[in-house]
């Protein structure tokens, strides 16, 4: 969703594991030569969603090499979900629609935020999505209610647990 701390939480998450960050908003913007607001406004949801989807492909293709921050509504396709969950481990950090409008009621930058009733939109996107991250996340975590630094050993103690990866195939 937006607001849910991504960005913040994978800056954090990534000093911590040593692991290099990534953040397809940006990678999306530097390509689009300007704001995602911008690119929405005259381009339209769906040309930003195939540039989205472009962005996501790049970026996995390295593997869990690196923390990557993704926009809130990259698991709207199919294709994003299965990608990022075969290529990495997804978390989701859930927030509740209060709480992002609590943070977000003065954004500017997120289009789908520009509305006359922000907290309508935003319960209405967390009812479409919550099943979608459920469905491409390894793991949950709330984030509610925790500061970063507890939020990022919580995601730490998850990691940990996590099975390893399977070996690769042995080569033919
Ligand atoms: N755990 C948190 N508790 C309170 N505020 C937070 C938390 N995580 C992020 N924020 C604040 O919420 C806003 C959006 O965070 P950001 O990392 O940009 O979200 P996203 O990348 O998911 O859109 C920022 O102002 C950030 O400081
Ligand atoms: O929720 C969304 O559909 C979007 C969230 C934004 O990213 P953040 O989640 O970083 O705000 C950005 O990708 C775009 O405005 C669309």
Not at 1 to 14: D, E, F, V, Y
Not at 58 to 79: C, K, N
Not at 83 to 102: A, D
Request: charged letters at 25%.
């Amino acid at each position: 969703m937006p607001g849910s701390g991504k960005s913040t939480i994978a800056r954090a998450l990534s000093r911590r594991l040593q692991l290099a960050l990534a953040d397809s908003d940006q990678a999306i913007e530097q390509r689009l030569g300007c704001t995602i607001r911008s690119y929405f406004d005259s381009h339209g949801e769906a040309a930003f969603r195939d540039v989205e989807e472009a962005v996501i492909d790049e970026l996995t293709r390295g593997g869990a090499s690196q923390v990557l921050a993704t926009g809130g509504g990259a698991v709207l396709r199919p294709i994003n979900r299965q990608r990022l969950r075969e290529r990495g481990t997804v978390i989701y950090l859930r927030s509740s629609p209060e709480q992002l409008f609590k943070r977000l009621r003065h954004d500017t930058k997120r289009p789908l935020l520009q509305v006359a009733d922000p907290l309508k939109r935003l319960r209405a996107l967390y009812d479409e999505r919550d099943p979608l991250y459920r469905e491409c996340a390894h793991f949950v975590v709330d984030t509610h209610g925790s500061s970063l630094p507890m939020l990022v050993n919580r995601i730490m103690m998850q990691l940990d647990l996590m099975p390893p990866p399977a070996p690769p195939p042995p080569a033919p």
